[in-house]
């Protein structure tokens, strides 16, 4: 767990070994209550106890139930004290993770092929509980996103970093937005990687000289997109639910306080469109995987045609050749040609005629010729 107390011009990251009991409200600024799943699953009764003793409230046992679920898709919720939204993050872990236990990774490498990618992109839930002066996240145990950006907001209260422009979170509601949205960047970082990957594998089913026989791992990349379009599309309507909610919050009393409120809806707005690029990308991926399946058995029907044209021109031009030595290959004395000694040779030039005029007639029909590729 970690806890920090974020202020306008500092920001103070409190020692987690001494336990809960050392929280409390600062008279400025909020408190960021960082926890792992597990943690939270322990420590549940503490934190509601800090809760309780800080903002006056207590989460519902079935939000508390959405945080702890390692299952939960995208989505947002509400009561008359705080907001809670649920988003499953999109990042690339070390080592392949089961779909079925996000966040948790295969005991057993699989044995499918495909873009390892694709098997890599953990989609675990992150849980955000957002109160007026708290800001509960629940992460995956060693959640990367949840340290990267604590680092990146210690180094932003940096007297340098301050002087640079750099601009702290002004409320809980701030912060749960740059944690999001650095959580979609997260996975618009993964393009380059995952497109490279994708192009290599189409590049596999469109050789034609290659025999493709990895069906099975072919399938699991189409399920994999398939899986992170729906995660995407949950997100995205999480994020509008969060926006519709937004604009029902009363009106502010001050002008300062108004400009947060615009600024909560202009960092929501793109927040929205930084997912809406995501859904583009991956969908468009999807795409892309379908287009090379139907490429692929386009490039076998047309390699099948240009066997089968090239069998039969083979066939008509025997045909007559056939027809000749049947003719002469009859049990009749009075044939033409069999009582001479240059009958043969006369039969093998006639053929000879009738095979290059067949081959020459065919291969200005464009019969012979082969598919360009």
């Known amino acids: 767990m970690r806890i920090f107390h974020i202020q306008a011009t500092a920001v ?83 080592r392949p993770t089961d779909r079925d236990h996000p966040g948790e990774p295969l005991h057993v490498a699989p044995t499918g092929g495909g873009p390892p990618i694709l098997r890599r992109i953990d989609t675990s839930p992150v849980g955000f509980a957002v109160m007026d002066r708290v800001l509960l996240t629940v992460h995956p145990t060693d959640c990367a996103v949840r340290d990267a950006y604590a680092s990146k907001l210690l180094q932003a209260a940096s007297n340098e970093a301050r002087a640079a422009g750099a601009r702290l979170p002004t409320s809980p509601a701030d912060l ?33 000289r290659t025999r493709f026989n990895n069906w099975g791992a072919l399938l699991d990349a189409r399920l994999s997109l398939h899986n992170l379009d729906e995660v995407c599309e949950d997100q995205r309507a999480a994020i509008q639910d969060w926006i519709e909610a937004l604009k029902t919050w009363p009106q502010a009393d001050t ?26 990308h991956v969908q468009r991926l999807e795409q892309s995987v379908e287009t090379a399946v139907q490429m692929h058995f386009s490039v076998q029907g047309s390699r099948t045609n240009d066997i089968m044209r090239t069998l039969t021109v083979l066939t008509a031009i025997f045909l007559p050749l056939n027809l000749i030595t049947g003719f002469f290959g009859m049990n009749f004395d009075a044939l033409p040609l069999i009582h001479q000694q240059s009958g043969v040779w006369w039969a093998i030039g006639f053929m000879a005629v009738v095979a290059v005029g067949l081959v020459i007639f065919f291969w200005r029909k464009r019969y012979l010729a082969r598919t360009a590729r």
């Not at 600062?26 to 903002?55: D, H, K, M, S, Y």
Request: aromatic content about 6%.
């Open 255 to 280: 002008p300062a306080e108004q400009r947060e409120r615009d600024l909560l809806q202009v960092r929501s707005r793109d927040v929205l469109e930084h997912i809406e690029r995501v859904v583009h």
């Open 12 to 94: 103070t990251e409190l020692d987690a070994s001494e336990g809960l009991a050392q929280v409390a409200l600062p008279a400025l600024g909020f408190i960021w209550l960082a926890c792992a799943r597990r943690e939270f699953e322990v420590q549940q009764n503490a934190v509601q106890a800090v809760l309780q003793t800080v903002c006056g409230l207590q989460l519902v046992d079935l939000h508390i139930s959405d945080l702890i679920n390692n299952q939960l898709p995208s989505h947002y919720d509400y009561t008359s004290q705080y907001d809670l939204l649920v988003f499953r993050r999109l990042a690339a872990g070390q």
């Open 176 to 208: 749960m937005l740059r944690v999001v949205n650095q959580m979609v960047d997260g996975f618009l970082e993964l393009r380059r990687e995952l497109t490279h990957q994708l192009d290599h594998w189409q590049s596999e089913l469109l050789n034609p």
